[in-house]
């Protein structure tokens, strides 16, 4: 019989079972309740305070985006919204997933790899244009909510043709989406900075001229006149899809 002393059991007095701890909240906002259904209609949804967090953001930037400066355009408590969005990051995702919200995604690929991939980095591109805070949130901060996840499920029926296998065609989005937001995001830095763009042509242009670098030299011979964003876009597009879809080792 095992005695109930050395236990600190009911016997001694001591304390009884340990009470168990509360399970952790989750991290993820998409793990979380909206709502759990009792009590009065929120006020507030997560859909409209990512609009007011967005809205912010397009006209002032992302470091403009607080909980307070979106509980003052939705005429809350600031304290109120964290009912809702428990914290900044959240916040965070909650934007990235509605302008993932954007994308007007048809019922089932044409059967046109290339076409169809095209179609969607011309789409991300114009989201990026409109938005021009994401590119830096998603190089800083990729999250993959509800919208994200209909993006994902799309893309990896686009490219379900090619025969490459499921890892391999998720490292290809990848990719993808990283040029895409790369490019936009270099974009918004040319256009910010007309006068650091000119003075880094002209400090390329006298660093070919000096004969140090041949083959800087010989490109700059060869460039032409600066191309058309547009055009730059898909010729490099078409580079990068080439190299995605190109056969490799499968995962």
Do not use: C
């Amino acid at each position: 019989m095992t005695d109930s002393s050395a236990t600190g059991g009911p016997a001694t007095g001591g304390p009884g079972p340990a009470k168990p701890t509360p399970p952790e909240a989750p991290e993820l906002i998409w793990l979380r309740p909206e709502r759990t259904g009792r009590g009065p209609r929120p006020a507030h949804s997560r859909d409209s305070i990512a609009a007011a967090a967005i809205g912010i953001a397009d006209a002032e930037g992302l470091d403009a985006v607080s909980m307070r400066r979106v509980a003052a355009v939705l005429g809350a408590g600031t304290m109120s919204l964290y009912n809702y969005v428990p914290k900044k990051e959240h916040l965070l995702d909650l934007m990235l997933d509605a302008v993932a919200g954007e994308y007007r995604l048809p019922a089932a690929p044409s059967g046109d790899v290339r076409a169809d991939l095209a179609d969607l980095a011309h789409q991300q591109l114009g989201i990026s244009r409109r938005h021009p805070w994401l590119p830096t949130l998603l190089l800083a901060r990729p999250s993959i909510g509800p919208n994200a996840l209909r993006y994902t499920d799309h893309f990896l029926a686009v490219t379900a043709p090619t025969g490459l296998g499921g890892g391999a065609r998720m490292e290809a989005m990848a990719l993808f989406n990283g040029f895409v937001t790369q490019f936009a995001q270099y974009e918004q830095t040319a256009a910010a900075g007309a006068k650091w763009q000119a003075e880094l042509v002209g400090y390329l242009g006298r660093a070919a001229a000096g004969g140090e670098f041949p083959h800087l030299a010989q490109a700059f011979a060869t460039a032409g006149p600066p191309a058309d964003p547009d055009k730059a876009f898909d010729r490099t597009l078409d580079r990068v899809v080439s190299a995605i879809l190109a056969p490799t080792s499968d995962i």
